[in-house]
């Protein structure tokens, strides 16, 4: 059996998190088994099921606490651990350190894994940008974006943010049951997924559900998901009189059955690798009404719908309206496997790592 290594932030029900675990739930864990290095323990997270399924967990000190222990950290446990194959995901290349680490570690594989297409610290990131591409033996990224982004001109391998279909597939009996439970009752259910940072665009959301109101007053926003921006997205919730309106669930591991009570996805992000939430969405039947400055990637079915970040969010709502006058249904999941989304497909290109 081989040991594999992956440094992350954290391990809760996130965008990468939940990318690795679908891998690793359906990888043969008796060739291929996965350990993490976290930098973030989070009070939701990945980290009893990882060690259910035979994983281990490594949490080492922040860079923001101190660069120096976490390299020396980061070195001691893929040195005593012998780890051969580590992979770093991330969106900007400042984790060359990382991959500093382990090659003095002793691993020989070392993959970068990008996830994004743009980061906050860009001068950082076109600083160590050559140093990252010259400590990785193979350069992995979600789309073309995100590769580009992260490597420039060098070559990398397009892994495809894969789902297990059955998890998301459309379902009614779900849909009636999730919202009884959430108390969501026969409202318009506009539904969102990822990190509160503003890179989602949480507070233009609002504004897209200030004008959505107007039109649907019993209209409901569920924001799945925690991080820095939610004391201004609670005051600007406050401010503009949606407390009754929008619901922040916070981190939960049941997003599958979630999607399900949703009648609409909205994603207007300013700027995204390959998100697979979207994915999901499309699977669960959910149209989704995104911004233009995702990639076209994530295009899998007729589902997936467009506006210009500079659209007003009174034309976002309007083709709100106009996108859930239609019955919901199923999708053609044929396009998924075409297009490389099922995760039967996915799991083989760790395998043949091993």
Not at 26 to 46: A, G, L, M, P, T
Not at 97 to 116: E, M, Y
Not at 317 to 324: Q, R, Y
Request: hydrophobic share 40%; with cysteine.
């Amino acid at each position: 059996m081989t040991r594999m290594l992956h440094i992350v932030g954290s391990m809760s029900p996130s965008g990468i998190g939940n990318f690795i675990m679908n891998v690793y739930r359906n990888i043969d864990r008796e060739k291929v088994q996965f350990d993490f290095i976290v930098h973030e323990h989070r009070d939701v997270s990945f980290d009893d099921e990882i060690r259910a399924l035979g994983g281990r967990l490594f949490y080492v000190t922040r860079k923001a606490v101190s660069p120096a222990r976490n390299f020396r950290e980061i070195w001691k446990v893929v040195k005593k651990g012998h780890y051969n194959i580590v992979f770093r995901h991330t969106d900007i290349s400042t984790v060359a350190l990382d991959l500093l680490a382990a090659r003095l570690g002793g691993a020989k594989v070392r993959i970068a894994h990008s996830h994004s297409t743009s980061t906050s610290n860009k001068k950082m990131h076109l600083l160590f940008q050559p140093l990252l591409n010259a400590l990785c033996t193979r350069r992995f990224a979600c789309s073309e974006k995100a590769g580009i982004w992260l490597y420039g001109e060098k070559p990398f391998e397009v892994i495809i943010n894969a789902i297990r279909l059955e998890d998301f597939a459309w379902n009614e009996k779900a849909r009636r049951e999730i919202r009884k439970k959430e108390g969501l009752g026969e409202s318009l259910v506009i539904g969102h997924v990822g990190n509160l940072l503003p890179v989602k665009n949480h507070l233009f959301m609002l504004d897209v559900m200030k004008a959505l109101v107007k039109r649907s007053p019993d209209s409901k926003m569920l924001f799945v998901g925690d991080g820095a921006m939610r004391t201004q997205i609670l005051e600007k919730r406050k401010a503009l009189g949606l407390d009754e309106n929008v619901i922040l669930t916070g981190v939960r591991t049941d997003t599958a059955a979630l999607l399900q009570g949703m009648d609409l996805f909205l994603f207007p992000s300013k700027y995204e690798g390959l998100p697979i939430a979207l994915v999901e969405a499309q699977c669960s039947g959910l149209p989704c009404l995104l911004s233009d400055a995702i990639p076209r990637d994530v295009d899998v079915t007729p589902l997936i719908h467009r506006l210009p970040l500079t659209g007003s969010p009174a034309e976002w709502a309007d083709k709100i309206i106009e996108l859930t006058k239609e019955p919901r249904r199923a999708p053609d999941y044929h396009l998924f496997t075409e297009k490389g989304f099922d995760i039967k497909e996915m799991v083989k290109c760790y395998e043949e790592l091993a």
